[in-house]
């Protein structure tokens, strides 16, 4: 009876599509799968024609692989035989199994799931508008976006991330509607899958709680219920892998990758700057041992450990302890430098083209390119290119004109919606918790990554995609 009261002011048609059962199909959604999986599997079959299964791999592939396998294969999640602290086991057991059979069955198996993002904006879509032409629309647009179709053929994290993320956004703007508690597990338990798979959303459950408590200030009666729901869905088994890690390593955290960004990254991108030396070459002079070369930990190596022999006899725990430490005391230092460091990453991240990371897979020896070099280059660099590859130049500016064609159309919907131009169909407060999901993803994808890419917008790309849909379509039915 409580319920009732609460969403009685729904009408028959919003409360079937706000169910918890709502359909997870609509026989307009078959055009866009179709359509969808033909692009992927092509750019799949493309990629390995010329350049065979390695064009699959990125520098941080193998160290998802190493880790996943030896889960399955022996039992314990380690890597350069010791436990693995910088990858999570989500996406490492989804590698490790996939690949068992060959790495272009663990890329057949990456498309099917890309394809599958296309259902899950379609459902997110009609969860926000409660319209179904603006979702398939949605679906439509985010079948071409150029990120989800690079990365459908790449074996990183991505991809999968998507699933259980999308899945945790569609049944948190549903219950924002219907006020249904049941779906705050099923966004609770899908939140700490996706935490598994990218440890970038660890922070996501306890602010999204702190906006549920503010969201319900005129719903009493689940107020504090709400977020305690969703905590109690999502903490529990971020906790367990952070007991495995402490009992293994005396490592607290839940992912030691934020301490090596801490470290080879956000301080090592000051210091370059004071020293006006390339942030790869000062890097390298911390010790610092790339991706592509070994499984990502990089303080357990001979470089770092020459520079730091009293290190040698310390526990993984207690050397993360020391690189957080110290590259903590730099960015206090230097806070200016930091922040300057902070607004280019995220700056690179929103408005790289994204177009190396397509190149590398189509084009004959593209796996040998660096997709970061490519897109993030100086103004110099863009000259150079003009100079020496017209016709790559020429496929930056056309990505780079989409992209920011894709942003303001996106925002021309975004300020349809606080204007209230969907009144009736659209809940304010679904907005403010996708506007600050996004942001919260940029801001700690840039502030942990001076190097930021193209690839690290591509949680952020469903939630443009779907602006850009209901943009389109409030002008065609404004016109008409």
Same mark, same amino acid.
């Given at each position: 009876?409580?319920?009732?009261?609460?969403?009685?002011?729904?009408?028959?048609?919003?409360?079937?599509?706000?169910?918890?059962?709502?359909?997870?199909?609509?026989?307009?959604?078959?055009?866009?799968?179709?359509?969808?999986?033909?692009?992927?599997?092509?750019?799949?079959?493309?990629?390995?024609?010329?350049?065979?299964?390695?064009?699959?791999?990125?520098?941080?592939?193998?160290?998802?692989?190493?880790?996943?396998?030896?889960?399955?294969?022996?039992?314990?999640?380690?890597?350069?035989?010791?436990?693995?602290?910088?990858?999570?086991?989500?996406?490492?057991?989804?590698?490790?199994?996939?690949?068992?059979?060959?790495?272009?069955?663990?890329?057949?198996?990456?498309?099917?799931?890309?394809?599958?993002?296309?259902?899950?904006?379609?459902?997110?879509?009609?969860?926000?508008?409660?319209?179904?032409?603006?979702?398939?629309?949605?679906?439509?647009?985010?079948?071409?976006?150029?990120?989800?179709?690079?990365?459908?053929?790449?074996?990183?994290?991505?991809?999968?991330?998507?699933?259980?993320?999308?899945?945790?956004?569609?049944?948190?703007?549903?219950?924002?509607? %219907? =006020?249904? *508690?049941?779906? @705050?597990?099923?966004? !609770? +338990?899908?939140? &700490?899958? #996706?935490?598994?798979?990218?440890?970038? %959303? =660890?922070? *996501?459950?306890? @602010?999204?709680?702190? !906006? +549920?408590?503010? &969201?319900? #200030?005129?719903?009493?009666?689940?107020?504090?219920?709400?977020?305690?729901? @969703?905590?109690?869905?999502? +903490?529990?088994?971020?906790?367990?892998?952070?007991?495995?890690?402490?009992?293994?390593?005396?490592?607290?955290?839940?992912?030691?990758?934020?301490?090596?960004?801490?470290?080879?990254?956000?301080?090592?991108?000051?210091?370059?700057?004071?020293?006006?030396?390339?942030?790869?070459?000062?890097?390298?002079?911390?010790?610092?041992?790339?991706?592509?070369?070994?499984?990502?930990?990089?303080?357990?190596?001979?470089?770092?450990?020459?520079?730091?022999?009293?290190?040698?006899?310390?526990?993984?725990?207690?050397?993360?302890?020391?690189?957080?430490?110290?590259?903590?005391?730099?960015?206090?230092?230097?806070?200016?430098?930091?922040?300057?460091?902070?607004?280019?990453?995220?700056?690179?991240?929103?408005?790289?083209?994204?177009?190396?990371?397509?190149?590398?897979?189509?084009?004959?020896?593209?796996?040998?390119?660096?997709?970061?070099?490519?897109?993030?280059?100086?103004?110099?660099?863009?000259?150079?290119?003009?100079?020496?590859?017209?016709?790559?130049?020429?496929?930056?500016?056309?990505?780079?004109?989409?992209?920011?064609?894709?942003?303001?159309?996106?925002?021309?919907?975004?300020?349809?919606?606080?204007?209230?131009?969907?009144?009736?169909?659209?809940?304010?407060?679904?907005?403010?918790?996708?506007?600050?999901?996004?942001?919260?993803?940029?801001?700690?994808?840039?502030?942990?990554?001076?190097?930021?890419?193209?690839?690290?917008?591509?949680?952020?790309?469903?939630?443009?995609?779907?602006?850009?849909?209901?943009?389109?379509?409030?002008?065609?039915?404004?016109?008409?």
């Amino acid at each position: 009876m409580q319920k009732t009261n609460i969403a009685g002011n729904l009408n028959s048609n919003e409360t079937a599509l706000t169910s918890p059962v709502a359909s997870w199909w609509d026989r307009r959604l078959l055009a866009p799968v179709i359509a969808a999986a033909v692009m992927r599997f092509a750019l799949l079959a493309i990629s390995l024609v010329q350049n065979g299964s390695r064009v699959l791999f990125q520098a941080d592939t193998v160290s998802y692989l190493d880790p996943g396998r030896n889960l399955l294969l022996h039992g314990r999640f380690i890597a350069d035989g010791v436990p693995d602290l910088v990858r999570t086991p989500g996406y490492a057991l989804f590698l490790g199994l996939t690949s068992l059979a060959g790495l272009p069955f663990a890329g057949a198996v990456n498309a099917v799931v890309s394809v599958f993002t296309i259902v899950l904006v379609w459902r997110l879509a009609r969860a926000l508008f409660l319209d179904d032409r603006v979702a398939i629309a949605a679906a439509w647009i985010f079948v071409f976006e150029p990120i989800s179709v690079a990365f459908s053929s790449t074996l990183l994290s991505e991809t999968l991330f998507l699933v259980p993320f999308l899945i945790c956004m569609e049944r948190l703007v549903t219950f924002l509607r %219907s =006020y249904d *508690l049941r779906l @705050l597990v099923t966004a !609770g +338990l899908s939140l &700490a899958i #996706a935490t598994y798979i990218r440890p970038i %959303s =660890y922070y *996501l459950p306890v @602010l999204i709680a702190m !906006g +549920l408590i503010a &969201a319900l #200030a005129r719903v009493p009666e689940i107020r504090w219920k709400a977020p305690a729901i @969703l905590l109690l869905s999502a +903490l529990p088994w971020l906790a367990l892998w952070q007991v495995r890690n402490r009992v293994e390593t005396g490592y607290s955290g839940f992912s030691s990758i934020s301490d090596i960004n801490l470290y080879f990254y956000d301080a090592a991108g000051i210091e370059a700057r004071l020293k006006h030396e390339a942030f790869f070459d000062l890097r390298r002079e911390l010790g610092y041992v790339d991706f592509s070369d070994r499984d990502g930990q990089s303080y357990i190596y001979q470089p770092y450990l020459a520079l730091h022999p009293e290190q040698a006899s310390w526990t993984q725990g207690q050397r993360l302890t020391y690189m957080h430490a110290e590259g903590l005391q730099v960015i206090k230092a230097h806070i200016g430098i930091y922040f300057q460091n902070v607004r280019s990453a995220l700056i690179s991240a929103i408005f790289s083209p994204g177009s190396g990371y397509l190149y590398r897979l189509v084009v004959r020896g593209g796996s040998q390119s660096n997709p970061a070099l490519i897109d993030e280059g100086t103004a110099s660099g863009g000259i150079q290119l003009v100079r020496k590859s017209p016709w790559e130049a020429t496929e930056k500016i056309v990505f780079e004109a989409a992209l920011l064609a894709a942003y303001v159309l996106a925002i021309l919907g975004i300020v349809q919606a606080l204007r209230g131009r969907f009144k009736g169909s659209f809940n304010i407060a679904s907005l403010w918790l996708i506007l600050g999901v996004s942001t919260y993803l940029l801001c700690v994808a840039a502030m942990s990554d001076t190097a930021a890419d193209s690839r690290l917008r591509m949680p952020v790309m469903p939630f443009i995609c779907i602006f850009m849909a209901a943009s389109i379509w409030r002008t065609k039915r404004a016109s008409t």
